[in-house]
């Protein structure tokens, strides 16, 4: 079974840093993309990342040059690099998995979220 894993979140000040980290497991992770996404209070829930599988990557616009996506293949992990970050960070990220057995299917998984919350 698909099993997604986050952790890393925490309490960190405006500009500081933290690394998210969703270890996977159930499926052939090499072959799926992979991404972040985050949901704020009252906010819908957004992508702020995504990772293909050829290693190219896609940003929200509030994050650009901020964050910065990765896979370890050999792991089986994805993680989500946050420099500088801004009050307006907080949220709860999830990992997702978006797995494509056909060229017309996908199914996406969820891990069950790390809360990231930046204050002073």
């Known amino acids: 079974q698909v099993q997604l894993v986050e952790s890393g979140g925490g309490l960190v000040q405006p500009g500081g840093s933290l690394r998210l980290s969703c270890a996977a497991s159930?499926?052939?992770?090499?072959?799926?993309?992979m991404g972040w996404f985050r949901q704020g209070p009252g906010k819908e829930r957004e992508l702020v990342a995504r990772?293909?599988?050829?290693?190219?990557?896609d940003y929200a616009d509030s994050v650009k040059g901020r964050f910065t996506i990765s896979r370890d293949n050999a792991k089986n992990t994805v993680y989500l690099q946050m420099n500088s970050l801004k009050p307006e960070d907080t949220a709860v990220y999830y990992c997702?998995?978006?797995?494509?057995?056909?060229?017309?299917?996908?199914?996406?998984?969820w891990g069950q979220g790390t809360q990231v919350t930046v204050s002073s």
């Open positions: 997702n998995a978006r797995i494509t057995p056909t060229r017309d299917y996908w199914h996406d998984y």
């Open positions: 159930g499926f052939i992770f090499r072959n799926s993309a």
């Open positions: 990772i293909r599988s050829t290693g190219s990557t």
